[in-house]
């Protein structure tokens, strides 16, 4: 059970250039999220899907793309990279559960991918 | 929409106590999460609260008060391996996508 994973771990893009990261997951989990991290700004969501054949956009979703072809695969696309895009990626999965009364909708998150586009 | 405060940075000295706030505003509450992320590592969760009052979890608590908008994280006996950035976060949206505060850098010193 290999939780959450990312490939690449490390890509440097020249500007205009375009790249994927993938996002696998084997927790069976439903809904999935892309999230960048930047120095003194915290997690924030680019987009993230409820299922299989559906994505939906976050709060900074614009120079990006996803797909969801398959319950267990999440994609982030940049068609062509700019430098603002500079900064780790992270996946995360859920699967929403109920413990002790409770909704929990804990994110498992993938180890990252540092991306520099110069 | 979702706004979440928390301090920027924090020393305190092994074998102590911490207490890391967040205050947040949400036009729904749906819970709040504390996620732990050493330097160079994915986030970790720690715990999640929906309803008021003191979890524990070890050497962990988290405390909620939704009247407020306010949680606070508690370490106890704290350790050098708990040098790491702490991270509140509010789920909401039909996916409990999760809004994070910019998080809070511990250092605990010998």
């Known amino acids: 059970n290999a939780g959450v994973t990312q490939t690449p771990k490390f890509r440097v893009l020249k500007t205009g250039q375009s790249m994927t990261l993938l996002c696998a997951q084997d927790?069976?989990?439903?809904?999935m999220y892309w999230y960048r991290q930047d120095p003194g700004m915290g997690l924030r969501l680019i987009h993230y899907?409820?299922?299989?054949?559906?994505?939906a956009k976050g709060e900074v979703p614009d120079g990006y793309n996803v797909s969801r072809l398959k319950k267990q695969n999440f994609l982030l696309g940049l068609e062509s990279a700019a430098p603002s895009q500079t900064s780790v990626y992270f996946c995360?999965?859920?699967?929403?559960?109920?413990?002790?009364?409770?909704?929990?909708?804990?994110?498992?998150f993938g180890p990252g991918t540092r991306l520099t586009v110069t | 929409g979702q706004n979440i405060d928390q301090p920027t940075e924090m020393t305190a000295t092994e074998g102590a106590i911490v207490q890391i706030n967040c205050t947040y505003q949400?036009?729904?509450?749906?819970?709040l999460f504390w996620y732990q992320q050493h330097a160079g590592e994915a986030p970790t969760f720690l715990s999640y609260?929906?309803?008021?009052g003191l979890e524990e979890k070890g050497r962990f608590s988290s405390f909620l008060s939704r009247s407020k908008g306010y949680s606070y994280l508690l370490l106890k006996e704290l350790q050098m391996k708990d040098s790491a950035s702490y991270l509140c976060?509010?789920?909401?949206?039909?996916?409990?996508?999760?809004?994070f505060g910019s998080g809070t850098q511990l250092t605990v010193l010998p």
């Open positions: 995360a999965s859920t699967l929403p559960r109920r413990d002790s009364g409770k909704s929990s909708y804990e994110q498992y």
């Open positions: 927790m069976n989990h439903e809904y």
């Open positions: 899907s409820v299922g299989e054949g559906t994505t």
């Open positions: 949400t036009s729904g509450f749906n819970g």
């Open positions: 609260n929906v309803l008021d």
């Open positions: 976060a509010v789920p909401s949206g039909s996916a409990r996508q999760l809004t």
